[in-house]
């Protein structure tokens, strides 16, 4: 039940459009086949240009990381450059120089408590005490100037350097631009502490924060990058000072400035802790999740901020520890997708509006014709045959229109020959009918005379009278066109008994009928017509006495009834004439009813055989050409005609009754 009811929506919808006009049909099918495929392309493009588009922006963006990461790092390399300068400066060694076992690197001083351990490793003229001679501290002085000229020369240079400061590792410092805001030495700055960590490594720490030196042009904290190098002795590999140095973070600023990403994207540094080190003026996000990062190449990612999705296209920067990162609305990106969307719509929406159009022309070009004939079709069934459909195309609307017009004059034509053989059947009926008259009239005369024969003891005349009797009984079949074979039998064996009579010892005959096939119904009167045919042109020319054998017997599934006869025989001419009238009327009356009144007539020298061509005519009328009669013979040896009838147990219905 629940699949029967699973079926009969489909069914539902199935019938619905089977039941849909034509013209309907053709604009749905027009529309498919011009309509769906525009908007697929349409789709397909879109989606196309869409990856493409989002291709080219995400190349064309890490190309410009590229370039941003390359001036980084060549001023990051600036500044590593400069620190080996510094420390390979002879002035600066000598800074650096401290006497063996006055300072402890690890052990943290005050500023007096380094003046004091410096004073003590004298030579060193940058070793200031108040026990130095007025020649030492010129000295001092003069040392001290010439470093910084030195590290100003780097200053003057590199216009992004915003400072260098270089201090031993007693906490004694010299810079150009650079100083201490209090008296606490610098060696206790965690700067200070990161670049031992890197035992002589350049590094970038990022914006320095809540540090003991400041700047003459006071620079702020969110304006520098500061970087670090501890100098280191290459003997002990002790640590002999601190090189550090601040980076104008407007050189940063400068080169991812001039870089712009739709109409408000931009460009922002990050280092590898997380924090950022240039972000411009009211960036979109504050900070910028090291998960979504990988730290080893580049690629991209897309977040939602405030109600609103951005992409990120980000590349890393072997050195220094940097990613920079492009950040821009998603929104600006499909500026150019809004375009082609544009294009893709108006196109599809052309096509659409060109393939409706064309849709509904098309589907009323072909449904009209068609409306038309079956308005014609409607006209010709309530009876009007003498409408015509005219119509000039030469399709197949067309062609159905001239075969329409040909089947009216068709039903016309076999409307008239209908007519014409119901009168001929009427007045054939009319003959039948007056025809029956006599042998009936005939058949009792007969049977009276048979009576009164009997009765005075007039036995040939009464078997004579009895046999014509019989032969009427049998001929009229009570109307009916198919009788048993037992019956067609009788009505042979009386026919030739009333001919042994009229020829005496002239005739003889022979019936052989298979007693389980004597109750098959055959058509009445076929063998008669045969036996009257070997008794007048077989035995009767015979010099002497002559037999005639009927037989029937089953075949293959056929009845198959010979009269053998041993007469005259016919003349291979003459026989050659018989066998094609045979043909001729088996096929003439295979071709209709209309044909068969132009079977050979019974008159002049289709006299005969004429009774074959009837039984022929008529076996071939009632079961097709397969069955008829057959006719072989041999000048002086006789004739042998054999009948093929098929196999009938019972009377079919339709040969009940009287039938012209």
């Known amino acids: 039940m629940r699949n029967r009811r699973s079926e009969r929506p489909w069914e539902l919808r199935r019938f619905l459009l089977n039941n849909l006009p034509i013209r309907y049909k053709l604009i749905v099918h027009f529309l498919l086949i011009s309509i769906l ?61 401290v006497r063996p076992g006055t300072v402890d690197d690890n052990v943290p001083t005050t500023a007096a408590e380094d003046r004091a351990s410096v004073a003590a490793s ?55 631009e650079m100083y201490a805001r209090t008296e606490e030495s610098l060696t206790r700055e965690s700067w200070y502490a990161e670049a031992i960590r890197n035992k002589g490594i350049f590094k970038i720490i990022g914006h320095p924060h809540h540090r003991n030196v400041t700047t003459h042009v006071n620079y702020q904290d969110s304006e520098v990058v500061s970087a670090v190098r501890a100098i280191l002795d290459p003997d002990t590999q002790q640590v002999k000072g601190v090189i550090l140095i601040d980076l104008k973070l407007r050189v940063i600023a400068e080169t991812a400035q ?14 590898g802790e997380g924090e950022l080190i240039y972000a411009p003026p009211d960036p979109y996000i504050e900070q910028i999740p090291l998960e979504h990062l990988d730290p080893s190449g580049s690629g991209t990612y897309s977040e939602r901020i405030g109600g609103r999705d951005f992409q990120f296209v980000y590349r890393h920067a072997t050195f220094p520890d940097w990613t920079t990162v492009g950040i821009f609305p998603m929104s600006e990106s499909a500026a150019e997708m809004r375009e082609i969307r544009f294009y893709v719509v108006s196109f599809v929406f052309i096509v659409c509006l060109l393939g409706m159009t064309a849709s509904f022309y098309l589907a009323h070009s072909i449904s009209r014709p068609i409306g038309q004939l079956a308005s014609f079709m409607q006209k010709a069934q309530s009876g009007d045959l003498t409408i015509r459909h005219w119509s000039d195309r030469t399709d197949e609307i067309g062609l159905l229109g001239r075969q ?48 009164m024969a009997r009765r005075r003891g007039a036995e040939d005349i009464a078997e004579m009278a009895e046999s014509l009797s019989r032969l009427f009984r049998i001929g009229l079949s ?68 002559g037999h005639i054998t009927v037989e029937a017997a089953e075949e293959d599934g056929i009845l198959v009834l010979t009269v053998r006869d041993d007469g005259k025989g016919i003349p291979p001419e003459k026989l050659a004439v018989l066998q094609r009238k045979l043909q001729a009327a088996a096929a003439v009356s295979a071709e209709g009813p209309e044909k068969t009144a132009t079977a050979p007539d019974s008159s002049g020298e289709d006299q005969q055989g004429y009774g074959m061509m009837n039984v022929q005519a008529r076996i071939a009328l009632t079961f097709g050409s397969r069955y008829g009669v057959t006719i072989q013979s041999e000048e002086g040896h006789g004739t042998t005609v054999t009948v093929l009838h098929p196999i009938v147990r019972e009377n079919p219905a339709w040969m009940g009754g009287n039938r012209t």
Request: proline share 4%; aromatic share 8%.
């Open 37 to 97: 495929p525009s908007i697929g392309l349409g789709l397909l493009t879109n989606w196309t240009v869409d990856r493409i588009i989002e291709r080219q922006i995400t190349d064309t963006t890490l190309q410009l990381i590229s370039k941003v990461n390359h001036s980084l790092e060549a001023y990051v390399e600036n500044l590593q450059n400069i620190t080996y300068f510094i420390s390979f400066n002879p002035e600066v060694q000598r800074f650096l120089e």
């Open 122 to 176: 004298l030579p060193s003229p940058l070793a200031v005490s108040d026990t130095n001679t007025p020649e030492q501290l010129l000295e001092a002085g003069n040392e001290y100037y010439e470093i910084r000229k030195f590290l100003q020369g780097f200053t003057t240079l590199h216009s992004e350097v915003a400072g260098i400061l270089v201090v031993n590792s007693q906490g004694q410092y010299i810079s150009n």
């Open 258 to 271: 001039d870089v712009r990403l739709g109409k408000t994207g931009y460009l922002t540094v990050v280092d």
């Open 404 to 451: 329409f017009n040909a089947m009216l004059l068709q039903i016309h034509r076999l409307l008239s020959l209908t007519e014409l053989q119901e009168r001929q059947k009427r007045e054939a009926e009319l003959r039948s009918l007056q025809a029956h008259i006599k042998p009936h009239f005939l058949y009792n005369t007969l049977d009276t005379i048979h009576w």
């Open 478 to 545: 009570k109307g009916h066109d198919m009788i048993p074979l037992n019956d067609e039998n009788e009505h042979v064996r009386s026919y030739l008994q009333i001919q042994h009579v009229r020829y005496q010892n002239k005739l003889d005959y022979t019936l052989s009928i298979d007693p389980k096939i004597q109750d098959v119904h055959v058509l009445k009167l076929i063998l008669q017509p045969i036996v009257e045919n070997a008794i007048y042109h077989g035995i009767k020319e015979r010099r002497g006495p």
